[in-house]
């Protein structure tokens, strides 16, 4: 009688152990990317609170306002200096703001006003907000120029319950020795006149602590003597740069 032909074994035992890897490496790699998800979303609701800062102002004396609303003289002819902190440098300021003594503020840089008659509303100021960890590492973790003006925009309305009126004029994203820069110009109703927001804003990351600062350049005018000197009112941004 021959002999039963041997039967070939099932290959599932081969399998399982694979399988049992399988699982254990998802179970190692759960606590590593829980850590990820937090670290993400601690950066993105630090960038979320370094937006959330940008679209407070100050309403100056209606009267100052009305003085403005006559329009005035060029900023074409007027020539420019600097003005340096310890991380930024404003080179193209023009010479008839004069800098004001903001005190112990725990966040302004830098306070400029138009020292003309009647133009105190028309200002310059640098600010700066700093995350000592988890914060954002480029402007684009803070999201593309594009979301970020919507955000400004959305910020100013919010800030006035509608009265502002304010809606996006431009916004694009440049680069200067390395260093990336937002710019987003905007406008808004204040006391019945028609103001321009130029805002510039950049990153700067220490890699030794990890510790991030956004610098925000804000220009307000009114809109008539913006559109009138709108070269000179690009340079004080364009001359702006962290290091």
């Known amino acids: 009688m021959r002999p039963a032909p041997a039967r070939a074994r099932a290959p599932v035992a081969r ?4 399988r049992r890897a399988r699982v254990r490496a ?11 998800s937090d670290a993400t979303d601690r950066r993105v609701a630090v960038s979320l609170g370094f937006l959330g800062a940008l679209a407070v102002a100050s309403t100056p004396r209606a009267d100052a306002w009305a003085t403005e609303a006559l329009g005035g003289d060029a900023l074409a002819s007027t020539s420019a200096r600097a003005l340096e902190r310890g991380r930024f440098r404003l080179s193209e300021t023009p010479e008839h703001y004069e800098e004001v003594d903001v005190g112990g503020s725990a966040s ?6 138009d020292a003309r008659f009647g ?10 907000k700093t995350a000592t960890g988890g914060g954002p590492m480029t402007l684009r973790d803070i999201g593309a120029v594009e979301d970020v003006a919507t955000r400004l925009v959305d910020g100013e309305n919010a800030a006035s319950r509608g009265r502002a009126r304010a809606t996006l004029r431009e916004r694009f994203a440049r680069e200067k020795k390395g260093v990336e820069y937002y ?13 321009v927001i130029q805002i510039t804003l950049a990153l700067r990351v220490d890699r030794d602590t990890g510790a991030s600062t956004l610098y925000t350049v804000r220009v307000e005018t009114d809109r008539a003597r913006y559109d009138a000197n709108e070269r000179a009112y690009r340079a004080v941004a364009d001359g702006f740069e962290i290091f």
């Open 15 to 18: 399998g399982r152990p694979r």
């Open 26 to 36: 998802r179970a190692r790699s759960t606590p590593s990317r829980a850590r990820a």
């Open 119 to 128: 133009l105190a509303a028309n200002t310059i100021s640098v600010t700066s």
């Open 108 to 113: 302004a840089e830098a306070f400029l006003r």
């Open 183 to 195: 710019d987003v110009v905007l406008e808004k109703d204040v006391l019945g006149v028609r103001r």
